[in-house]
């Protein structure tokens, strides 16, 4: 059972910068794919970016790519999202999450994430 547990949300003015973190329980971190995941009120949660196990690969949603960045640092068992330039449209609840047997198996708590205009 893998645990996950986010921090670094809050509420930030437009433009601002933000770095998520998600600290994992196992040290098998290193051999999991990790995503960032993000819900709004009254939408579905959906793919920000994702992050091979050894991290390098990387892919962004269109709307974030060029202001966030998705790194891990698996001696630390820790997975990060900065996120420079914030908008508006970026609040939501920020989830981790791993990637096991081909479905995201394990998710954090999440973090809320509030960007003021």
């Known amino acids: 059972q893998v645990q996950l547990v986010e921090s670094g949300g809050g509420l930030v003015q437009a433009g601002d910068s933000l770095r998520l973190s998600c600290a994992a329980s196992?040290?098998?971190?290193?051999?999991?794919?990790m995503g960032w995941f993000r819900q709004a009120p009254g939408k579905e949660r959906d793919l920000v970016a994702r992050?091979?196990?050894?991290?390098?690969?990387?892919y962004y949603t269109d709307s974030v790519k060029g202001r966030f960045t998705i790194s891990r640092d698996n001696a630390k068992n820790t997975l990060y999202l900065q996120m420079n330039g914030l908008k508006p449209e970026d609040t939501a609840v920020y989830y981790c999450?791993?990637?096991?047997?081909?479905?995201?198996?394990?998710w954090g708590q999440g973090t809320q994430v509030t960007v003021s205009s």
């Open positions: 999450a791993a990637w096991l047997a081909g479905t995201w198996d394990y």
């Open positions: 196992e040290r098998t971190f290193s051999s999991y794919t």
């Open positions: 992050i091979s196990w050894i991290g390098g690969s990387t």
